[in-house]
Structure formats: C-alpha cells, structure tokens
C-alpha cells in the first residue's frame, strides 16, 4: 500500500458535500497538503436535491482538488426515514426532539467508513470532515466522542493508520465566517455553497434549520468584523 500512496501522491480525502462546513475542510486541506495532494468524495445517497453533487463539483474545481470521487449509496431511504430522504415531510424539529427531522441516522459512520476506504485505496491516511459540536442541531454524530471512537473503529477494521480531521469541531458558525475571511474564501463561500435544506445555494431559503444557522453565525461575523 506504500506502493499506491507514491504512485497516487493523495494525502488527504475530504468528505465533500458543498456546503459551507466541507467547503472550508477542502480550503484547509489544500492550504496543509497542496490541491496535487488533497482528494474528495461526494455522496449521492437519496437526498432532497441533487444539487448538492452539483455544488461538491463547484468546489472541488475552485480548490483545484486532484480527484473528486461520487460515490452512491441507494439503500439509506430502505432502512430509514426523515425529511432529507422524503420530500413529502415537512422540515421541522418534533415536538419534544432533541433535533430536527433532518436527521439521517448514522450518516457520518457510513459516509467517513466509505471516505476511509477510498483513502486507503489512494495511500491518504487523512480524512476531513466539517462536524461541529459548538454550533449544531443536536445531531450525536457530530460531537467529538463519536469521531474518535469511528477513527478508532476504521483503524482496527482496516489496519490503517487513519486519522478524522475535524478543524470546525470547537467553531461556532460566526466563527467559521471569520476563518472563511482569513482564508481569503469568504465571497467564494458565501455565495456558491449550498447548505440549504431546500435547494437554495448562497444564503438560501431563511427559513430552514441549516439557513437559520448559517444565517446567525453571519450576521455575528459580520457585526465584527464591521
């Protein structure tokens, strides 16, 4: 596998959705690896808007990534439901939930385990990956301790040396505004991203959980950033 990691020179994979979060993963990423070095993968997996792939590709040529895989993964509306897989639900948090339902059960466990074999494939032994703890919807695969124990789990299921890079882990919204200012991406961020539950790319609907977010942590930055 030495062997592969020379011939394909890939470092890193990033788990690469379009959105704001992965957007600023690939930009951190290629500013430690190089673009040359640095590999993304996007996942089709019955999702409301097919414009997320389309929005993985935008930024995947912005940053000038080496590869960018699109990997399918039909079975998720078979053993689950929520309102990402079924158009017909309307988007809202439950009374008495701890988060929206838009939650798609176990999603960061499949999409990093499939990201870690892609990686081992190409000799990366870095994962990016855009969760965040300190600004979120309550979703438990987002927090810290679920990230370790999968890295944990994918290096005793492969025997590889992988290691889950999640910069944004500790970051509010406002602040991965203002990191997305440093890095000079700020304009390219705001305005050709898609968070938007409902399709809508840049600064979305308004309406929906993920732009009410989004929308805060902007507004913050912004007061600072004056």
């Not at 959705?17 to 290629?30: E, H, I, R």
């Not at 929005?55 to 309102?83: C, E, M, Q, W």
């Amino acid at each position: 596998m030495r062997r592969t990691e020379k011939k394909s020179g890939i470092k890193a994979v990033v788990v690469l959705s379009g959105g704001q979060d992965s957007a600023l993963c690939a930009a951190l990423a290629v500013r430690r690896h190089g673009a040359e070095s640095v590999a993304a993968v996007t996942f089709r997996y019955g999702q409301r808007h097919a414009a997320e792939v389309r929005h993985a590709r935008i930024v995947a040529a912005h940053f000038g990534l080496a590869l960018h895989k699109t990997v399918s993964l039909p079975f998720y509306k078979d053993i689950t439901a929520n309102a990402l897989l079924d158009p017909s639900m309307k988007i809202g948090r439950p009374k008495g939930a701890s988060c929206p339902n838009t939650v798609v059960e176990g999603r960061n466990a499949f999409f990093l385990l499939a990201a870690g074999v892609y990686a081992k494939t190409l000799g990366a032994t870095e994962i990016y990956t855009g969760v965040s703890q300190a600004d979120y919807s309550g979703y438990p695969d987002c927090r810290a301790a679920f990230v370790r124990a999968q890295e944990r789990m994918m290096r005793l299921a492969m025997e590889w040396p992988f290691k889950i890079v999640t910069p944004l882990m500790d970051l509010t919204k406002a602040q991965e505004w203002a990191l997305a200012g440093k890095l000079g991406e700020f304009d390219f961020i705001r305005k050709k991203t898609l968070t938007c539950y409902n399709g809508i790319p840049g600064d979305g609907c308004g309406k929906c959980p993920a732009c009410r977010l989004r929308a805060r942590g902007l507004r913050e930055y912004l007061r600072t950033r004056g």
